[in-house]
């Protein structure tokens, strides 16, 4: 179709982050408007809706309350008439009394473990630097759980990481965080959060990842490639061996990582972790390519490790078993398709 083909190159036209863009030159043409993945209110098992229904305050899922009657919205403090006017400065002090004893206490009555846990989710998310799209996905997981099986939770800190790593699952490449980062997010903030009670849970409630969860390596690169091309010392390196752009270096960084990753079949990966094999292909794609312009690499194992957070031994172990494998018809064909960058 027509419709479906890019304007300026003609080639197809494909959705990622929201939007529709072009495969093959990147070119943005409109945005994709999504249904909301929450719905308002719960239905009971006989099809009715339940009495006791939830919404959020200012369309804030993060701050939910029963629904209900409420002076004014959660930081106003300044109150109008019917017609639009603000009240005296009597009625002011009046209804801002009755704003401080009963809007807030009357909203988390009853729910204090909910708020306190959605208080801790929010400087995770915070510190995780994660969408708005993930935020409401993790609210939403962790109310349903918590409604479905009451009887078997028992901490509902370690809930919200579950709908946190439920959330992240789900959106695949586009928040491409680990279990080993939100456990360790959770743990600087003092909480007793551990991968094996996290899966534990999980099994308990009968709850499994949908397909798409599953991690690969490929998941990671555009990651990796972005933590490496952000280090000042690698930065100066690049400009230094190559004389070209960080931003074109890393876009040809992630081709490379991509292409190499999708010449090493699933089944020889083995047992080898995604993320850290990701960050190996990062290392062995600048060494095909400074082989390729002969210059000198840009790139060691141990600024790959630093920057991606990885063990050294790990990424020379991963770089030997990949160097196994034969690239030259890719290098050879990135090179003749990204030459002038070099000219």
């Known amino acids: 179709m027509e419709s479906c083909l890019c304007d300026e190159c003609g080639s197809r036209i494909i959705q990622e982050n929201g939007l529709n863009v072009c495969q093959k030159c990147g070119l943005v043409h409109d945005s994709v408007l999504e249904s909301s993945s929450f719905q308002l209110g719960t239905m009971s098992r006989d099809g009715t809706r339940r009495n006791q229904q939830y919404t959020s305050i200012n369309n804030n899922l993060a701050v939910v309350s029963s629904l209900g009657s409420s002076i004014g919205s959660v930081e106003e403090y300044m109150f109008r008439d019917a017609n639009g006017s603000l009240l005296d400065e009597t009625n002011q002090y009046k209804f801002r009394k009755f704003k401080n004893y009963y809007h807030i206490p009357g909203a988390i009555k009853g729910k204090e473990t909910d708020f306190r846990t959605i208080k801790i989710l929010n400087e995770v998310f915070s510190r995780l630097q994660v969408s708005t799209k993930i935020r409401d996905r993790t609210l939403f997981l962790y109310h349903k759980y918590k409604s479905e099986h009451k009887k078997k939770i028992t901490n509902h800190v370690l809930l919200s990481a579950m709908a946190l790593l439920l959330s992240v699952r789900e959106c695949g490449h586009n928040c491409p965080l680990t279990l080993k980062e939100i456990v360790g997010t959770y743990r600087e903030l003092g909480h007793r959060v551990l991968g094996k009670n996290l899966l534990s849970l999980m099994q308990d409630l009968n709850i499994k990842p949908s397909v798409s969860g599953i991690r690969r390596s490929e998941d ?26 960080v931003y074109v270096y890393e876009k040809i960084l992630q081709l490379l990582c991509l292409k190499i990753l999708e010449r090493i ?16 292909s990062a290392y062995v794609a600048d060494k095909l390519l400074s082989r390729k312009i002969k210059h000198s690499s840009a790139l060691t194992q141990k600024l790959v490790a630093q920057s991606a957070n990885v063990a050294e031994f790990t990424i020379r172990d991963h770089a030997e078993f990949m160097f196994s494998y034969d690239y030259e018809d890719i290098i050879t064909e990135v090179s003749e398709r990204l030459s002038s960058s070099f000219e």
């Open 265 to 280: 079949p699933y089944p020889d990966r083995g047992g080898r972790r995604p993320y850290p094999l990701s960050a190996a």
């Open 220 to 245: 990671y690169v555009f990651r990796i490639c972005s933590l490496i091309c952000r280090s000042e010392a690698i930065k100066e390196r690049i400009e230094k061996k190559y004389s070209i752009d």
